[in-house]
Structure formats: structure tokens, C-alpha cells
């Protein structure tokens, strides 16, 4: 591998990822459909059970998750989010999260693999892979 894409290089680029990805999750567990959709450059594209999920915009993002999430889903934390690769303008993200219910007890805990891009100043999540329904 490049010494270009370990991720101290670019110390920076990780930092605004990982920003994004708080504020994504904090957006997300309070419902707030806008505050959620800017943490994401559109198209934003979903692979997981051998199909390619595509959002032309944000419209339909938050209902598509609760559908996803299913019933007695509460809130999600991060368990990790770890960089795997940076450069000046991507990050890919090796993460996982749990989906809690209301009583805290845990839904599910989940890998994904997250690249969070800049496109035209703003840091936003641009696709994932994950193995989650």
C-alpha cells in the first residue's frame, strides 16, 4: 500500500469523516430528516444482499431506514468507526454499529464499509456496503 493512503496522512480528511459520520448518526436517532440527508451526497448508493440501493435524493432516505430498521427500533450507536484508507477528498471507513431497542437491549450489531467524499467544499457520505437488512 501507498504511504499516500494511510490515513495519518491525511489526519484532516479522517477528522471531517468521522464528523460527518457523528453527525449522521445523531441526525439519525433524532428523526431529523434534513439534518440526516445532509450528511449525504446524492446520488448515495446502498450495496447489501447482492443489490445496489440508489437515492437520487434525500426524499425518501429516513422512511426507507425505518422501513429497514424495523419495528422496535429506537436509537444506533457507533461501535467503531475506523479509518482504512484516506486521501485529501475520500475516506473509507471501516465501521459497525448496533440498532437498540426503546429498553436498550440490542437489535442487531453491523459491518459496513463507508467512503465519505468532498464534492464541492462539503464532506458527505457517498455510498456503502453494509450487512445490514
Not at 28 to 39: K, R
Not at 58 to 72: C, K, N, Q, V
Not at 90 to 104: A, E
Amino acid at each position: 500500500m501507498s504511504v499516500m493512503n494511510e490515513p495519518q496522512w491525511h489526519a484532516e480528511a479522517v477528522a471531517a469523516a468521522t464528523a460527518v459520520l457523528d453527525r449522521h448518526m445523531s441526525a439519525l436517532n433524532a428523526g431529523d430528516a434534513p439534518a440526516l440527508a445532509a450528511t449525504l451526497h446524492f446520488p448515495h448508493y446502498r450495496f447489501t444482499g447482492g443489490q445496489m440501493k440508489i437515492w437520487e435524493g434525500p426524499d425518501s432516505y429516513l422512511a426507507d431506514f425505518r422501513a429497514r430498521a424495523g419495528d422496535g427500533w429506537h436509537h444506533s450507536t457507533w461501535d467503531f468507526v475506523r479509518p482504512v484508507a484516506a486521501g485529501p477528498d475520500k475516506v473509507h471507513l471501516d465501521v459497525q454499529f448496533t440498532r437498540y431497542r426503546v429498553d436498550g437491549s440490542a437489535m442487531g450489531s453491523f459491518r459496513s464499509l463507508w467512503v465519505v467524499t468532498l464534492r464541492e467544499g462539503i464532506w458527505g457520505a457517498q455510498l456503502r456496503s453494509s450487512y445490514a437488512a
